[in-house]
């Protein structure tokens, strides 16, 4: 068996290598913290992430590069089967057969339970909670205590893509690590090893500005890129419709769904993607084209500099961050719109 300082990985991971880094080494020197809240905005793979970090925890054939895929816990844990690896996430309502809106206390009580019986297989433990931002305040004291006095070999890992929703006692308790995007350069090296024509490698790793599983999806989903780049082009227009003819034009764009959610989800992306053009719009005032996302665009935001400088820009972006702010409220998502697309 190698000794453990020789331990080599093999984690497939799009960027963040020194992240990758930090926690291989702690698994090495069997220095793992008991509690990690990994932060980073959503797609830029902090769930990938954590699943090597976890598997190579759990792996059994220390001969190999961890984790090797093949034993038996490496197995499981692809199929999010391990009888030892918690993942907490919203549940399904009954009534409605929809997702809940929050993380509830009942769930993190039977977690406390497992956690402190003792393991048939008397290795780790851990617990997997991809979206913590939607833990809700009772479920949150409950955690804070498992936090506070945690059993041995136990592991509990928080993922958030909204810092400010994770209350200030458990951050204490954890170790905070920051997910940044990875560089355009990175993701399209990674995204190489999908059968897709070169070009639409490039368009969409800049797309996805730094975020693999945005990427990915985009490359899967013809629907998604397609409306993404509706998005932009909608963007572009709408700020050169007077404020008075833009509630109609927002008519003809959008179609709106009888159900909420679908609208929620629909308006969030395309905040994202506005923010996204908001993002190119700053680099073309710093004379930057070579970053930008939407090459095709490159015509149609040089335009609209004119419009946007960086002051201008910031406001949109602030205009743009209430807007989200709103739609988590549950506020209406066709005022939301109508409200930020009337002070644009
Ligand atoms: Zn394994």
């Known amino acids: 068996m190698a000794k453990s300082h020789e331990k080599k990985f093999n984690w497939d991971i799009c960027g963040h290598?020194?992240?990758?880094?930090?926690?291989q080494s702690a698994i090495v020197s069997n220095k793992l913290s008991?509690?990690?809240l990994f932060v980073g905005p959503a797609g830029v793979g902090k769930y990938a992430l954590s699943k090597q970090f976890i598997k190579s925890i759990f792996c059994l054939r220390f001969d190999e590069p961890l984790p090797c895929g093949e034993c038996s816990n490496c197995q499981q844990l692809e199929r999010e089967m391990h009888p030892d690896v918690y993942l907490i996430q919203r549940l399904i309502d009954e009534d409605t057969g929809k997702w809940k809106k929050d993380i509830i206390i009942d769930q993190i009580r039977e977690l406390k339970l497992k956690l402190q019986q003792t393991t048939l297989l008397s290795g780790y433990k851990a617990a997997l909670i991809p979206e913590a931002q939607l833990i809700n305040e009772h479920a949150y004291n409950s955690l804070l205590k498992i936090l506070e006095e945690p059993t041995a070999k136990t592991i509990i890992i928080l993922l958030t893509d909204d810092f400010r929703k994770i209350p200030a006692t458990i951050v204490s308790?954890?170790?905070?690590?920051?997910?940044?995007?990875?560089a355009s350069g990175v993701l399209e090296n990674y995204l190489l090893r999908f059968e897709v024509e070169a070009e639409k490698i490039k368009l969409v790793s800049r797309?996805?500005?730094?975020?693999p599983g945005r990427?990915?999806?985009?490359l899967r989903d013809e629907e998604s890129l397609a409306q993404l780049q509706l998005n932009l082009k909608f963007f572009s227009e709408i700020v050169r419709v007077s404020s008075s003819r833009r509630l109609n034009y927002l008519e003809e764009i959008i179609n709106w769904e009888k159900d909420e959610t679908q609208n929620a989800a629909k308006i969030g992306r395309l905040l994202d993607d506005w923010q996204a053009a908001l993002r190119d719009l700053l680099l073309l005032t710093q004379g930057d084209e070579y970053h930008i996302a939407n090459a095709e665009y490159l015509k149609v935001f040089s335009e609209l500099k004119e419009k946007f400088d960086w002051r201008r820009i910031l406001q949109v972006a602030s205009l743009l961050q209430t807007a989200r702010e709103l739609l988590q409220q549950n506020i209406n998502t066709k005022f939301v719109l109508e409200n930020l697309i009337i002070n644009l």
């Not at 290598?17 to 926690?23: H, K, N, P, T, V």
């Not at 308790?173 to 990875?182: A, D, G, K, M, S």
């Not at 990427?215 to 985009?218: D, F, K, P, R, T």
């Open 17 to 23: 290598e020194r992240i990758a880094s930090f926690l």
């Open 34 to 36: 008991h509690a990690y």
């Open 173 to 182: 308790r954890c170790q905070t690590i920051n997910f940044l995007p990875v």
């Open 207 to 211: 797309l996805a500005h730094g975020l």
């Open 215 to 218: 990427a990915i999806n985009l």
